[in-house]
């Protein structure tokens, strides 16, 4: 998954990725620059993302299901804790 890091925010201009992973030796590491405060912590797409990157990163496989509210194109879903 890509951002966008725009150049009157001081960023690049370019698409810089998000969402990642990233080899190391036998290990898997699943990396987020997402989350940073808590209404992005509120929203399905960084809680699902977050539960089955490390679901991935501990075992090597996915098996948990993408929820019925997951958001897409202009479809917000929070969650409050």
């Known amino acids: 998954m890509r951002g966008e890091d725009p150049p009157e925010q001081k960023g690049t201009g370019e698409h810089e990725p998000i969402l990642f992973t ?3 030796g036998k290990g898997r ?3 987020t620059t997402l989350g940073h405060d808590v209404p992005a ?3 399905v797409g960084f809680i699902v993302t977050l539960q089955r990157g490390a ?3 501990a075992t090597g496989k ?6 019925a509210d997951f958001p897409g194109p202009g479809k917000v879903s929070t969650r409050t804790f």
Do not use: D, L, R
């Open 41 to 43: 912590m509120q929203c």
């Open 62 to 67: 996915v098996k948990q299901k993408v929820p």
């Open 22 to 24: 990233i080899g190391y």
């Open 29 to 31: 590491i699943f990396h």
């Open 55 to 57: 679901e991935w990163a």
